[in-house]
C-alpha cells in the first residue's frame, strides 16, 4: 500500500493497536521506498508506534509499526520484525504530524520518518559509558592546552563528556584529557549513556520586569495554562525584553508539568541563551542542533520521548523531536530565513511549529522586533493574538537613525566608509564607545576579475563567482564549498599580474578600518571565520566586555547580542538588498538593517544608526528611517494583494535539475505544456528558465513557478501533475512549496 494513502489509525490518541506474535504488522521504514512493508510481529508482539529493528535483505533497518500489515497473500513468505527498540513509542499525534507535514510539503513519507529519527545509535541496546567529570583540584601550572580543557568544563558545569568529546570541545588531543586524569583535574567513572536532565525549577523567581512586561506576560502565561492551542506574536523593538517576557511563558508550562522547544535562528546565539536558562531555573536544558555531539543528540532523543527532558532549545530540525506533552513552542527571531529549510524536506519550521501545536493543544510564540509579513497578516486577520513592547528594558531608549547620502560624499575608490561615517567613528573612540559597521557579504570580495582580459573567476562545478577570503588565502564558492588558490594567473589569459579583487566583503572592509584606524582594536564576526562554537563565544563575550573599538560584521551581528559599550551603527551599503526580482527583497532589507540599528544603544548612552545609500529617497530606506513599521507593513501587504503573491496568493517552485541541460530544459518544456491538473484550479505556470545560479555542484538546473490563489488544492493538483511525469536517470525534480528563496 503506499505510505501516504496510509496513516497510523492511533493519530491524535494515546490509545495505541497491540499486535501478538506473528501477526501481520505494517512497518514505515527510513528507506527509500514508495510503500509500507508487511512484517510479522515479533517474539512478544509490538504495539502501534513501537521502533523497531526489521530484515530488508540482508540489512537490518529503522522502522517504525504503522498499523495492522496487508493481508490476501501467504503469511509464510513474511519475515518477522527483529526486535523492538528500547524507547518510547512514537505516539499517534506525532505520526499525524509527521504525515500532515509531508502532505503539505509533497514529501514521501520515508523522508519525514527520516527527518523525526535523526539520531544516532537508536537500534543500539543501552549501555553504559566511561565519562569524564571535573574534580574541582586545579594543577599548579597549566599548559595552554590543558587550560583550554579546564576552561570547557567550567563552561559546562556538571556536565560529564567522553574522553574524546571533550577533546574535540577543547580543540586539543586527546593526550591531553590523559594527562589531567592523571593529575586528578578529572575523574573517569561509569554512566550510562542517556540519562536523565537536571531538573528545571519553574518556581525560581525571575528577573523583575517592567509594566509593560509583566502584561504581556500575563497573556502569554494565562493562554498557557488553558491548556488550549494558540498563536501569539510577540513584538518588541531591540533591546525591549522579549525574551524575559516568553521565559515566564515556559515557566507557567513546565509547572503545568507540560514540555517546551525554544528555537533559535542561529547556533552562534544558543550558548548565551543557555546561559540565560541556567539562571532562571537553576539548570541546563537540553541541546539539539549540529554543534551537539552524536552521544548528546541520542540522549536528548530518547530523553524527550520519555518526558525526561522538560525544556529543549535547538534549530528549526528539533520541532520533528519526538515529544511527550509538548506544551509550548517559542519561535525567536520569527522572521528569519533560516527557519525555511532549503535540502531535503523543504519546510518552514515557523509553520510548521504552528502545526504541531494545533495537533497537541499547545501555545506557540513568534517573537520578534520585525516579524514577517506573514505572521503580519495573520494578526491582521483575527488569526494570530498580538502584544507588543514598545520601549526598551531599563534606562536604554531607541537609537536615532540617519542616512548618509553617498553621492555627497567625497570618497576615494577603494575606500567603502564615507567620511561622515569616518567621523562619527572618531568621536565614539574618543568617549570609549564602541562602533559597529555592518556588511552583508562574507569573504574579502564577492568577485575577482582579471585586469587584462575582464574575466571572473568561477566555480568549476556552479554558474556562481567565487568569492575572495583573504584571511584563508583562498578562493571559495558559497554555493557548494569548493575552494581553490588565489590564482597569480589568469586562468583564461594567461596573463600574470592582473587578477584584482571587486566590491568589499567584511575582510576588506577589515582592511580599511585598520588603515583608517591604526591605534583601533578591532574584531570581525562573521561565520566563517570560527572555526567552532565555543571560538565564536569567546569573542562575542570578548567584545560585550569593551575589549573592542570597532566591531565590523555580517548578518551574524544582527542576531540577539547585547553589546553594552556600542553606541554607534554603520550600515556601509544599505541599498544591497534592494534589487533584485525576490518578491521579499523590502521586507528582508527593512529587517536586516532594523535589526542591526537595534544594537546600538542598549545600555545608558543613547546610540545611532548611520545608514550608507545611494538611494536616500527609496521607500524602504524612508520606512526604515522613520520608524513606522505599521506604514510600512501595509504599503508592503497592499502591493502584495495586488500581485496575488503571498501571504494573499499561493507561489510553488519546482527545481528540475540534471547534469544535461538540455533534458532538464526538455522535461521543463514538457512539464509546462502538460498542465492541466494546474490549470483545473486557476494555477499558472511560468518558465522553465534557467535558475539563477544556473548549475550547482556540476547540476544544471531549470525552474518552473506555480502561482495560485490562496484557497487553491496546490498540493493535490500539483501530485496529480506529476504523476505524468516519471523521472528517470540523473533528472531530479524538487517541489518547493511557499518558497523563501529563488536562487
Given at each position: 500500500m503506499p505510505a501516504r494513502q496510509m496513516k497510523m489509525s492511533n493519530a491524535g490518541s494515546d490509545v495505541a493497536r497491540r499486535f501478538g506474535a506473528g501477526e501481520r504488522v505494517a512497518v514505515m521504514t527510513t528507506q527509500p521506498l514508495d510503500r509500507i512493508l508487511t512484517y510479522k510481529a515479533p517474539e512478544g508482539g509490538c504495539v502501534q508506534g513501537d521502533y523497531v529493528e526489521a530484515p530488508l535483505g540482508p540489512r537490518k533497518v529503522l522502522g517504525v509499526v504503522w498499523g495492522p500489515g496487508e493481508t490476501g497473500f501467504d503469511a509464510a513468505k513474511l519475515r518477522a520484525v527483529n526486535k523492538v527498540l528500547d524507547v518510547a513509542p512514537m505516539r499517534g499525534e506525532m505520526a499525524d504530524f509527521l504525515t500532515r507535514v509531508g502532505d503539505y510539503?509533497?514529501?514521501?513519507?520515508?523522508?519525514?520518518?527520516?527527518?523525526?529519527?535523526?539520531?544516532?545509535?537508536?537500534?543500539?541496546?543501552?549501555?553504559?559509558?566511561?565519562?569524564?567529570?571535573?574534580?574541582?583540584?586545579?594543577?599548579?601550572?597549566?599548559?595552554?592546552?590543558?587550560?583550554?580543557?579546564?576552561?570547557?568544563?567550567?563552561?559546562?558545569?556538571?556536565?560529564?563528556?567522553?574522553?574524546?568529546?571533550?577533546?574535540?570541545?577543547?580543540?586539543?588531543?586527546?593526550?591531553?584529557?590523559?594527562?589531567?586524569?592523571?593529575?586528578?583535574?578529572?575523574?573517569?567513572?561509569?554512566?550510562?549513556?542517556?540519562?536523565?536532565?537536571?531538573?528545571?525549577?519553574?518556581?525560581?523567581?525571575?528577573?523583575?520586569?517592567?509594566?509593560?512586561?509583566?502584561?504581556?506576560?500575563?497573556?502569554?502565561?494565562?493562554?498557557?495554562?488553558?491548556?488550549?492551542?494558540?498563536?501569539?506574536?510577540?513584538?518588541?523593538?531591540?533591546?525591549?525584553?522579549?525574551?524575559?517576557?516568553?521565559?515566564?511563558?515556559?515557566?507557567?508550562?513546565?509547572?503545568?508539568?507540560?514540555?517546551?522547544?525554544?528555537?533559535?535562528?542561529?547556533?552562534?546565539?544558543?550558548?548565551?541563551?543557555?546561559?540565560?536558562?541556567?539562571?532562571?531555573?537553576?539548570?541546563?536544558?537540553?541541546?539539539?542542533?549540529?554543534?551537539?555531539?552524536?552521544?548528546?543528540?541520542?540522549?536528548?532523543?530518547?530523553?524527550?520521548?520519555?518526558?525526561?527532558?522538560?525544556?529543549?532549545?535547538?534549530?528549526?530540525?528539533?520541532?520533528?523531536?519526538?515529544?511527550?506533552?509538548?506544551?509550548?513552542?517559542?519561535?525567536?527571531?520569527?522572521?528569519?530565513?533560516?527557519?525555511?529549510?532549503?535540502?531535503?524536506?523543504?519546510?518552514?519550521?515557523?509553520?510548521?511549529?504552528?502545526?504541531?501545536?494545533?495537533?497537541?493543544?499547545?501555545?506557540?510564540?513568534?517573537?520578534?522586533?520585525?516579524?514577517?509579513?506573514?505572521?503580519?497578516?495573520?494578526?491582521?486577520?483575527?488569526?494570530?493574538?498580538?502584544?507588543?513592547?514598545?520601549?526598551?528594558?531599563?534606562?536604554?531608549?531607541?537609537?536615532?537613525?540617519?542616512?548618509?547620502?553617498?553621492?555627497?560624499?567625497?570618497?576615494?575608490?577603494?575606500?567603502?566608509?564615507?567620511?561622515?561615517?569616518?567621523?562619527?567613528?572618531?568621536?565614539?573612540?574618543?568617549?570609549?564607545?564602541?562602533?559597529?559597521?555592518?556588511?552583508?557579504?562574507?569573504?574579502?570580495?564577492?568577485?575577482?576579475?582579471?585586469?587584462?582580459?575582464?574575466?571572473?573567476?568561477?566555480?568549476?562545478?556552479?554558474?556562481?563567482?567565487?568569492?575572495?577570503?583573504?584571511?584563508?588565502?583562498?578562493?571559495?564558492?558559497?554555493?557548494?564549498?569548493?575552494?581553490k588558490p588565489m590564482p597569480e594567473v589568469c586562468p583564461d589569459c594567461e596573463v600574470e599580474g592582473k587578477m584584482a579583487p571587486v566590491g568589499p566583503g567584511v575582510e576588506r572592509l577589515a582592511e580599511e578600518v585598520t588603515t583608517s584606524f591604526p591605534d583601533a582594536r578591532i574584531a570581525v564576526l562573521s561565520s566563517d571565520l570560527f572555526g567552532s562554537a565555543r571560538a565564536l563565544k569567546a569573542e562575542i563575550e570578548r567584545i560585550a566586555a569593551g575589549e573592542a573599538d570597532i566591531i565590523i560584521g555580517t548578518q551574524l551581528v544582527a542576531k540577539g547580542h547585547n553589546f553594552p559599550h556600542l553606541t554607534l551603527v554603520g550600515v556601509i551599503d544599505a541599498d544591497l538588498g534592494l534589487q533584485g526580482s525576490d518578491l521579499r527583497a523590502a521586507e528582508r532589507s527593512f529587517q536586516l538593517i532594523r535589526q542591526v540599528a537595534g544594537r546600538a544603544g542598549r545600555s545608558e548612552a543613547r546610540g545611532t544608526a548611520l545608514l550608507q545609500t545611494f538611494q536616500p529617497e527609496h521607500p524602504v530606506i524612508r520606512a526604515i528611517l522613520s520608524g513606522d513599521e505599521e506604514k510600512f507593513w501595509r504599503a508592503e501587504a497592499g502591493e502584495r494583494h495586488h500581485a496575488g503573491v503571498p501571504p494573499y496568493g499561493r507561489l510553488a517552485g519546482i527545481v528540475i535539475s540534471s547534469p544535461d541541460v538540455q533534458a532538464a530544459f526538455d522535461l521543463g518544456s514538457d512539464m509546462a505544456r502538460r498542465d492541466g491538473p494546474l490549470r483545473d484550479i486557476g494555477a499558472q505556470v511560468f518558465g522553465p528558465a534557467p535558475a539563477p545560479i544556473a548549475r550547482v555542484r556540476g547540476r544544471h538546473r531549470v525552474r518552473l513557478l506555480i502561482k495560485a490563489e490562496k484557497s487553491a488544492p496546490i498540493q493535490a493538483a500539483i501530485r496529480k501533475w506529476l504523476t505524468q511525469f516519471p523521472v528517470k536517470g540523473d533528472l531530479r525534480i524538487q517541489v518547493d512549496i511557499d518558497p523563501q528563496s529563488f536562487y
Open positions: 510539503t509533497i514529501t514521501p513519507m520515508n523522508h519525514m520518518l527520516r527527518l523525526a529519527t535523526r539520531a544516532p545509535g537508536l537500534m543500539d541496546p543501552p549501555s553504559m559509558r566511561k565519562v569524564l567529570r571535573a574534580t574541582g583540584f586545579r594543577p599548579n601550572r597549566l599548559t595552554d592546552a590543558r587550560a583550554k580543557v579546564i576552561a570547557a568544563m567550567d563552561d559546562n558545569p556538571g556536565a560529564a563528556f567522553t574522553q574524546t568529546e571533550l577533546a574535540g570541545l577543547a580543540d586539543v588531543s586527546g593526550s591531553v584529557v590523559k594527562g589531567l586524569v592523571k593529575l586528578g583535574a578529572l575523574r573517569e567513572e561509569d554512566a550510562p549513556r542517556d540519562m536523565p536532565y537536571p531538573f528545571l525549577d519553574p518556581l525560581k523567581p525571575g528577573k523583575t520586569l517592567t509594566e509593560d512586561q509583566g502584561v504581556a506576560a500575563r497573556q502569554l502565561t494565562d493562554a498557557v495554562k488553558s491548556g488550549r492551542y494558540g498563536t501569539t506574536l510577540l513584538r518588541g523593538v531591540t533591546g525591549s525584553g522579549k525574551t524575559e517576557v516568553y521565559m515566564e511563558a515556559v515557566a507557567a508550562c513546565l509547572r503545568k508539568g507540560r514540555q517546551a522547544l525554544v528555537l533559535l535562528p542561529e547556533i552562534a546565539l544558543t550558548s548565551e541563551f543557555l546561559k540565560r536558562v541556567e539562571e532562571r531555573f537553576g539548570a541546563r536544558p537540553a541541546e539539539w542542533h549540529s554543534g551537539v555531539t552524536m552521544t548528546e543528540r541520542r540522549r536528548c532523543w530518547r530523553m524527550i520521548g520519555e518526558g525526561e527532558a522538560q525544556l529543549v532549545v535547538g534549530a528549526r530540525s528539533a520541532l520533528f523531536l519526538p515529544f511527550r506533552d509538548l506544551g509550548l513552542i517559542i519561535v525567536d527571531e520569527e522572521h528569519d530565513n533560516s527557519y525555511k529549510q532549503e535540502d531535503g524536506v523543504l519546510y518552514s519550521a515557523r509553520d510548521m511549529a504552528v502545526l504541531r501545536a494545533s495537533i497537541v493543544d499547545a501555545q506557540v510564540v513568534l517573537a520578534s522586533a520585525t516579524p514577517s509579513l506573514e505572521t503580519w497578516a495573520n494578526c491582521e486577520a483575527g488569526k494570530y493574538k498580538r502584544i507588543e513592547l514598545t520601549s526598551r528594558y531599563g534606562p536604554a531608549v531607541l537609537p536615532d537613525m540617519r542616512a548618509i547620502d553617498m553621492r555627497t560624499e567625497d570618497l576615494p575608490s577603494n575606500s567603502w566608509i564615507s567620511p561622515t561615517l569616518k567621523s562619527a567613528i572618531t568621536a565614539r573612540i574618543a568617549k570609549g564607545e564602541q562602533s559597529l559597521l555592518f556588511i552583508n557579504r562574507r569573504g574579502y570580495a564577492p568577485v575577482t576579475i582579471c585586469r587584462a582580459c575582464g574575466h571572473q573567476v568561477g566555480c568549476d562545478h556552479c554558474d556562481a563567482r567565487m568569492v575572495e577570503h583573504r584571511f584563508q588565502k583562498r578562493l571559495v564558492c558559497h554555493q557548494c564549498g569548493e575552494t
